[in-house]
C-alpha cells in the first residue's frame, strides 16, 4: 500500500504489519504463528502452503497517492478476490488506507470496497485484529467486532510487540523502517483533496513510544528509518494556540532525534518525510531551529516533502490549501539554508522536496503557468529542490473534493507541464545537486538487465542507472557521469580499468567512445603512473578510477 505518509512499497515497511502484528503477540499469538507477505511474493507463489492451514488472513491494501515504484506493486481488487477464493473457510479481513476507497490512477474518484467473502475493516486494523481475538467469538465471526480507532497507548504496545515482523520482510536487513509520530491535521481549516483530517485531530505519540519502538526495531536488526508517518514534523508535539497553525516546539524534535539516536546508534539511515511548508513560513526562527535538530542527527541525503500543492492563488483559495507560493519560497530558502550542504554519502544534507496537485477547484490553463514560472524562480536563484511530484487529484468520500467534478478537466495541460517540468526543471535541477564527478555511497543494486537500476535506502532515493549488469542486493559507491529527467547515470566507484566492461569506461568523466579504445588498448595498467605514462591527458579520470591486477 501506499498513503502519503506511510509507505508500505519495498524497501519500506509500514506500521501496519507491525502493529497487526503486536497486536496478534499481545493477544497471546506466538510470533512463531504469525507470517507476514508481500503481494508481490504472493505472485511469486510464495505463502501457498499456509493459505489453507492459517487461521485468519489479514490484507493491508490502498492506494492513496498512486505512484509507480521500481520494485514492488501494490495489490489490486482482483489480487484480493482471488486471495479470499483461495482461503475458502478461512476468514480473510481487509483494511489500511483502502477503507476510504480503491483508486489506481489520479484524476479518478476511488471507489468503496465491497467485496464477497471479504470482511472490510472500517476503522483501525490493528484494534480490530485485536479486539477479534479478544474475543471468545471473534476469530469464528468477524463480523461481531465493532470497527474503532487505535489509541496512541495501543500504538505503543503493539509498535515495540510487533517489531519482528520486519524479518519476514523480502528486503531483510535493508528495510526501512516507517515510524509514526502522528496523525491527523492540527489545522482548523482542511485542505479540499486530503485525506488525513478524517483521522481527527492531530494525535500525538509520546516521544518515550517512538523510542521505545525505534529500540525494538534495532534489537531486530533494523538500521534504516524515516520519520514518516505524519502530515508535518515540524508540527510534532506543536502548542495549540487556537490559531490556524500550531506553533512548532523544537525541544520536542531535540529529545525525539537524540532518543532515536542513542536507541540505535549505528543506525545506517534516519530520514524525513513530510513537512507543512506553512509552519515553516509562519514560525521561521522555530522552524530554523528544528532544520538545524534535524541535520545535527539524521543522516545525508534526507527530504523534507512539502505539499504545496499550487502557486496559483486563486487554486490556493478555493481549496483552502495551506500556503500561498511565497510562503513555500520561504520554506524551501531555509531548508536550502540549512541542509543544502553536502554530506558524506554524496547528496546535500536536506532538500526539500514539492508535490503539485492539479484538477483542483479553481484550477484554469493559467495555473500551469503558475506553477511553470514558480518552478523556474527557484532554479534562477539557485536554490536546490530534490524531488517535484507531480500528480492529479484522487477523490475520496468525505473530502471537500468529492463533491467537485474538476480531476480531469485540464488532463491534456497536466501532461504537458509535467513533461515540461522533467525537461526544463528536472534535469538541470539534477545538474545542480550531483554534478558530474560526485561519488554517490551505498548505492544497493536493486533491478538489472543490460542497465543496472539502484539507490541509495533513504526518503525519496535517486535513481542511478549503471550501463553494466551488476550483482543484485549488493551496495556499491558510484560516480555521476551523466542525468536523465529523474534519474542519473553512474559508474562503479573506483572503476578499475584494467577489468570493466567497455561502455563504463565510456562512461569516465570527459573520456567517451574514443577514448575508451585507447585505455582498453593498452590494459592492464601497473598503476597510475603507467596509465600516465601511456596516454595523454588522463590526469582527470585518476581520482574516480582504480587498477587491479
Ligand atoms: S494541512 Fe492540508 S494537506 Fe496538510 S494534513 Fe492538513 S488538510 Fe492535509
Keep these: 500500500m501506499d498513503e502519503p505518509a506511510c509507505l508500505g ?22 510470533p512463531d504463528h504469525i507470517q507476514y507477505l508481500t503481494i508481490d511474493q504472493v505472485r511469486q507463489g510464495q505463502g501457498q502452503d499456509i ?62 470496497m465491497d467485496m464477497q467473502d471479504i470482511i472490510p475493516v472500517k476503522g483501525d486494523i490493528e484494534a480490530f485484529i485485536n479486539d477479534i481475538l479478544a ?152 522552524s530554523e531551529e528544528i532544520a538545524r535538530i534535524i541535520v545535527k542527527y539524521h543522516t545525508p541525503g534526507d527530504v523534507a516533502a512539502m505539499g504545496m500543492e499550487s502557486a496559483d492563488p486563486r487554486v490556493v483559495r478555493a481549496n483552502c490549501l495551506k500556503a500561498m507560493s511565497d510562503d513555500v519560497l520561504e520554506a524551501v530558502r531555509l531548508i ?22 492539479h484538477g483542483l477547484k479553481g484550477e ?59 525537461k526544463e526543471i528536472d534535469r538541470p535541477m539534477l545538474e545542480r545537486m550531483v554534478p558530474v564527478g560526485t561519488v554517490l555511497r551505498d548505492v544497493m543494486c536493486e533491478v538489472s538487465d543490460s542497465i543496472t537500476f539502484g539507490r541509495q535506502i533513504a526518503s525519496y532515493p535517486l535513481l542511478v542507472g549503471i550501463p553494466a549488469t551488476m550483482p543484485l542486493k549488493r551496495f556499491i559507491d558510484v560516480t555521476v557521469t551523466g542525468y536523465g529527467q529523474r534519474s542519473i547515470t553512474g559508474i562503479p566507484y573506483p572503476l578499475d580499468i584494467n577489468h570493466a566492461v567497455p561502455r563504463l569506461i565510456g562512461e569516465l568523466p570527459g573520456v567517451g567512445k574514443k577514448r575508451a579504445r585507447s585505455i582498453l588498448k593498452g590494459r592492464p595498467y601497473r598503476d597510475k603512473d603507467d596509465l600516465l605514462a601511456q596516454l595523454e591527458n588522463m590526469g582527470n579520470i585518476l581520482p574516480y578510477i582504480t587498477m587491479k591486477n
Design 364 to 422: 484554469s490553463e493559467e495555473t500551469f503557468h503558475h506553477n511553470f514560472q514558480f518552478l523556474k524562480g527557484l532554479l534562477d536563484s539557485d536554490l536546490m529542490v530534490r524531488r517535484i511530484n507531480i500528480r492529479q487529484v484522487m477523490a475520496f468520500p468525505g473530502t471537500r473534493i468529492w463533491q467537485e467534478d474538476t480531476a480531469y478537466r485540464y488532463h491534456k495541460q497536466f501532461i504537458q507541464f509535467k513533461d515540461r517540468v522533467r
Design 336 to 357: 536550502n539554508r540549512v541542509g543544502g550542504a553536502r554530506g558524506d554519502n554524496g547528496l546535500p544534507e536536506l532538500l526539500p522536496g514539492l508535490n503539485f496537485i
Design 135 to 286: 474475543s471468545s467469538a471473534g476469530l469464528h465471526d468477524p463480523e461481531t467486532v465493532a470497527n474503532r480507532m487505535r489509541s496512541t497507548s495501543e500504538i505503543a504496545k503493539w509498535g515495540a510487540r510487533g517489531a519482528f515482523v520486519i524479518r519476514h520482510h523480502p528486503d531483510y536487513p535493508h528495510v526501512m523502517c516507517e515510524l509514526e509520530t502522528y496523525r491527523g491535521c492540527a489545522r482548523q481549516n482542511h485542505c479540499s483533496f486530503c485525506t488525513e483530517p478524517l483521522y481527527g485531530d492531530a494525535d500525538f505519540r509520546e516521544i518515550r513510544d517512538v523510542v521505545c519502538e525505534v529500540e525494538a526495531l534495532y534489537g531486530y536488526g533494523a538500521r534504516y528509518f524515516r520519520i514518516g508517518r505524519q502530515p508535518d514534523l515540524f508540527s510534532y508535539l506543536a502548542k495549540d494556540t487556537g490559531g490556524d497553525m500550531p506553533v512548532p516546539r523544537p525541544e520536542a524534535l531535540e529529545q525525539l532525534y537524540r532518543g532515536i539516536r542513542s536507541a540505535a546508534p549505528d543506525l545506517r539511515v534516519l530520514h524525513m518525510d513530510n513537512a507543512n511548508p506553512a509552519t515553516i513560513a509562519s514560525y521561521p526562527d522555530e
Design 51 to 112: 493459505l489453507g492451514k492459517t487461521a485468519l488472513i489479514v490484507i493491508i491494501a490502498g492506494m492513496t497517492v498512486p505512484g509507480r515504484y521500481l520494485r514492488g506493486t501494490p495489490i489490486n481488487p482482483g489480487e484480493i478476490s482471488d486471495i479470499a477464493r483461495a482461503a475458502g473457510d478461512t476468514p480473510v479481513v481487509l483494511g489500511g488506507p483502502i477503507r476510504l476507497g480503491y483508486g489506481s490512477q489520479g484524476g479518478m474518484k476511488a471507489i468503496a
Design 9 to 30: 512499497v519495498p524497501p519500506y515497511i509500514s506500521p501496519y504489519p507491525r502493529y497487526i502484528a503486536g497486536a496478534m503477540a499481545e493477544q497471546g499469538i506466538s
